[in-house]
Nanobody
Framework: EVQLVESGGGLVQAGGSLRLSCVAS????????IGWLRQAPGKEREGVSC????????YYGNSVQGRFTISRDNAKNSVYLQMNSLNSEDTAVYYC????????????????RGQGTQVTVSS
């Protein structure tokens, strides 16, 4: 069974940092791109970041470029999202999703998605 489990969300003050984790199981992790998506109440779903499984190439949404860093540890079947300089616009539920390529994650054509972790940034 394919499973993705997120953790690391919480409440943080504006300007602070959080590190999200996504642990995967049930598939060959190295073969898959893992991305982070987010959705805030009343807003459209948004692609945040993605990392390829093939070569580790990384991609970021315009709103998080320069503030967020994605990384992966294939030995631990894990992907991390380091989020710095958080602001109220980053408040959302963050999901990790798996697909063969990042362009599928960006297109919401992923094969599996976790349940999400809430990030709340207080101003």
């Amino acid at each position: 069974e394919v499973q993705l489990v997120e953790s690391g969300g919480g409440l943080v003050q504006a300007g602070g940092s959080l590190r999200l984790s996504c642990v995967a199981s049930g598939f060959t992790f190295d073969d898959y791109a893992i991305g982070w998506l987010r959705q805030a109440p009343g807003k459209e779903r948004e692609g945040v970041s993605c990392i390829e499984g093939s070569d580790g190439s990384t991609y970021y949404g315009n709103s998080v470029q320069g503030r967020f860093t994605i990384s992966r540890d294939n030995a631990k079947n894990s992907v991390y999202l380091q989020m710095n300089s958080l602001n109220s616009e980053d408040t959302a539920v963050y999901y990790c999703a798996a697909a063969r390529k990042c362009w599928r994650v960006w297109g919401y054509d992923y094969e599996s998605r976790g349940q999400g972790t809430q990030v709340t940034v207080s101003s």
